[in-house]
T-cell receptor, first 112, second 113 residues
Framework: GNSVTQMEGPVTLSEEAFLTINCTYTATGYPSLFWYVQYPGEGLQLLLKATKADDKGSNKGFEATYRKETTSFHLEKGSVQVSDSAVYFC???????????FGTGTKLQVIP | NAGVTQTPKFRILKIGQSMTLQCTQD?????MYWYRQDPGMGLKLIYYSVGAGITDKGEVPNGYNVSRSTTEDFPLRLELAAPSQTSVYFC????????????FGPGTRLTVT
């Protein structure tokens, strides 16, 4: 079946540090890949997505590249802010009648 | 434009009680979903709907029921609550499947004691 594996958290960084959150997936075919962010006390919201190999999704300074050869979709940001503190979920949608599979989430804490 | 709204935000149930979690979306989305989020476990799909009158089971449907009489509303019913149903419940909607994003409500935190 389909699966998404994310790095364990929590990740604690100082403000302006570089961020990488690893995500790898298992799926047949060519799934769409997503990063969702969940701020404290809120629901998930889409951060970025990529729908085919080598696509780069980007939003709010975050980027992730769809790497089919390594089945990865790592999230990066060059300089994190305190306001980026949240839980980040990697997800895939295989398409067709299959449903979205979410990773377990990675909590990011950015300290001033 | 309120998006996806859920009520209540918090609820404590006693074992064996029943309740309905409400979900409404104002984006005219055909697809709606119910997830539960347990610590360290990500999101698990409980039920989903592809349109009014059409629902289907997800990964963890036992102990729950849903209905979809209108495009806007997708209530989740818990019958005979059990401690294993203690979780945070999220409703979501999307225009279509595949590459389309899901829009989530703020969640309902349910405790069964």
């Amino acid at each position: 079946g389909n699966s998404v594996t994310q790095m364990e958290g929590p990740v604690t960084l100082s403000e302006e540090a570089f961020l990488t959150i690893n995500c790898t997936y298992t799926a047949t075919g060519y799934p769409s890949l997503f990063w969702y962010v969940q701020y404290p006390g809120e629901g998930l919201q889409l951060l970025l997505k990529a729908t085919k190999a080598d696509d780069k999704g980007s939003n709010k300074g975050f980027e992730a590249t769809y790497r089919k050869e390594t089945t990865s979709f790592h999230l990066e940001k060059g300089s994190v802010q305190v306001s980026d503190s949240a839980v980040y979920f990697c997800a895939l949608n295989p398409g067709g009648y299959q449903k979205v599979t979410f990773g377990t989430g990675t909590k990011l804490q950015v300290i001033p | 434009n309120a998006g996806v709204t859920q009520t209540p935000k918090f609820r404590i149930l006693k074992i064996g009680q029943s309740m309905t979690l409400q979900c409404t979306q104002d984006m005219n989305h055909n697809y709606m979903y119910w997830y539960r989020q347990d610590p360290g476990m990500g999101l698990k799909l409980i039920y989903y709907s592809v349109g009014a009158g059409i629902t289907d089971k997800g990964e963890v449907p036992n102990g729950y029921n849903v209905s979809r009489s209108t495009t806007e509303d997708f209530p989740l019913r818990l019958e005979l609550a059990a401690p294993s149903q203690t979780s945070v419940y999220f409703c979501a909607s999307s225009e279509r499947e595949g590459t389309y994003e899901q829009y989530f409500g703020p969640g309902t935190r349910l405790t069964v004691t």
